[in-house]
């Protein structure tokens, strides 16, 4: 399968730890995003890379919340202290660089679902 | 800001009739359109796009979506529904000539087809 793949699919923690979620984009995707999704809610931009550089970060993010993709290939989402409010589905997204005719769309992943006792 | 409305939580219809799920947006300048739809314990699935040209933009799955810029309404189509098309459908918008990439989606709208 050459989707994009997040890790874990499922996580459960307690109110104060630190997690880390994974995404592998398709490759050759030199674009890479986050999103959040709460119960009947759309997704939510968090935050988008161009190879290895942050170029948007919604206010959502935090200072709690940090994305990293150092070799612009797989990325990772770490939460800091979670809250229980943090509980959602957390997509990741990848695409390649849009063309002169307009942006490409943006390939989702499973995506991870965070619970937070 | 930008933003997009999807006025139905639910949409009911029944298999071989036409289906029409409601997108509106709010955007400054000219849109991009996207149509997503979600089925259970899976990733969001690309149905279509509008970036310019043509109001009338097929997708997959027989899918299409006309683009009003009048009503600014970005609304998705079939003719004739399928029970497999039972799912939750997303419309999505990002302002053109901005530079940013991030994705505006609406809240979602649940369709339902009965066989």
């Known amino acids: 399968d050459t989707g994009v793949s997040q890790n874990p699919r499922h996580k459960i923690t307690k109110r104060g730890q630190n997690v880390t979620f994974r995404c592998d984009p398709i490759s050759e995707h030199n674009r890479l995003y986050w999103y959040r999704q709460t119960l009947g809610q759309g997704p939510e931009f968090l935050t988008y890379f161009q190879n290895e550089a942050q170029l948007e970060k919604s206010r959502l993010l935090s200072d709690r919340f940090s994305a990293e993709r150092p070799k612009g290939s797989f990325s990772t989402l770490e939460i800091q202290r979670t809250e229980q409010g943090d509980s959602a589905m957390y997509l990741c997204?990848?695409?390649?660089?849009?063309?002169?005719?307009?942006?490409?769309?943006?390939?989702f992943g499973p995506g991870t679902r965070l619970t937070v006792l | 800001a930008q933003s997009v409305a999807q006025p139905e939580d639910q949409v009911n219809v029944a298999e071989g009739n036409p289906l029409t799920v409601k997108c509106t947006y709010s955007?400054?300048?000219?849109?991009?359109l996207f149509w997503y739809v979600q089925y259970p314990n899976r990733g969001l699935q690309f149905l279509l796009k509008y970036i310019t040209g043509d109001n009338l933009v097929k997708g997959s799955y027989g899918f299409e979506a006309e683009f009003n810029k009048s009503q600014t309404s970005f609304h998705l189509k079939k003719p004739s529904a399928l029970v497999s098309d039972s799912a939750l459908y997303f419309c999505a918008v990002r302002p053109m000539n901005t530079g940013f990439q991030k994705l505006v989606f609406g809240t979602g709208t649940r369709l339902l087809v009965s066989p």
């Open positions: 997204a990848s695409s390649p660089k849009g063309v002169a005719g307009g942006p490409n769309e943006q390939f």
């Open positions: 955007v400054s300048g000219n849109p991009y």
